[in-house]
Nanobody
Framework: QVQLVESGGGSVQAGGSLRLSCTAS????????MGWFRQATGKEREFVSA????????YYADSVKGRFTISRDNAKNTVYLQMNSLQPEDTAVYYC????????????????WGQGTQVTVSS
């Protein structure tokens, strides 16, 4: 069992930056690929980014490529999402998720989810 706790959300103006963190309980963090998803009001939860077990491979949705950076620190059981050049369309609840060995883009590939952290970007 893995418990995930996100932090770092908040309200920023367009063009600003935020860094989300997600800390996992347990000793097996390095065995999980990690992902970030987001869900805007009235929309389905969508893939944002994912990172492999060691951090050697990263993946991004086209909508955030070049603006967001995912990273992980296995010694701290933490995955990060650095978000730059934020736009109002990035407003959503952001969820981190832990999956299997592959850093997938679909929700079904992830077994554990955090409670989410709200990100609001104003124009």
């Amino acid at each position: 069992q893995v418990q995930l706790v996100e932090s770092g959300g908040g309200s920023v103006q367009a063009g600003g930056s935020l860094r989300l963190s997600c800390t996992a309980s347990g000793r097996t963090f390095s065995r999980y690929a990690m992902g970030w998803f987001r869900q805007a009001t009235g929309k389905e939860r969508e893939f944002v980014s994912a990172i492999s077990l060691t951090g050697g491979s990263t993946y991004y949705a086209d909508s955030v490529k070049g603006r967001f950076t995912i990273s992980r620190d296995n010694a701290k059981n933490t995955v990060y999402l650095q978000m730059n050049s934020l736009q109002p369309e990035d407003t959503a609840v952001y969820y981190c998720a832990a999956g299997g060995m592959l850093a997938g883009r679909t929700r079904s590939e992830y077994n554990y989810w955090g409670q989410g952290t709200q990100v609001t970007v104003s124009s």
